[in-house]
């Protein structure tokens, strides 16, 4: 091919609207690529959300795991963990029975308010 010197190359006509259609071209060219860049963005973003959703679980996890205390017998005298049960639950009865007793007392009171606003009720009738 012929070297073309700058004279010929300005006697080529231009189309009408050329630059126009290049420039419209090229603004959408770059839109595109706006486009493409927000996407892979939020992409980015996404990512390093669950990334960092998936760490924060497993850290949560693990501490919750690691931090456990292990259980063990508090009394290594089978004798001794029966005697201290007995007491518990000998205490655990003298309680209810308290409060029972309260209750029971006041049951005795509800029933005989009960009876009085009866009493009442029936002279008004």
């Known amino acids: 091919m012929e070297e073309l010197n700058i004279h010929e190359l300005e006697r080529i006509p231009i ?8 420039s419209a071209k090229i603004d959408e060219w770059a839109r595109e690529e706006t486009t493409l860049k927000r996407r892979r ?21 693990f501490m919750l795991y690691t931090s456990r205390p292990k259980p063990s017998d508090t009394y290594t ?3 001794m963990a029966y005697a201290t049960a007995e007491k518990a639950l000998l205490l655990l009865q003298q309680n209810i029975e308290k409060g029972m007793a309260q209750y029971d007392a006041m049951n005795e009171k509800g ?15």
Do not use: C, F, H, W
Request: without cysteine.
């Open 77 to 79: 005298d089978p004798q």
């Open 15 to 22: 189309p009408d609207g050329l630059e126009a259609r290049l």
């Open 111 to 125: 029933v005989r308010a009960n009876q009085i606003l009866t009493q009442q009720l029936s002279k008004y009738e």
């Open 41 to 61: 963005m939020a992409n980015k973003r996404i990512a390093v959300a669950m990334a960092a959703s998936v760490l924060l679980v497993a850290g949560v996890a």
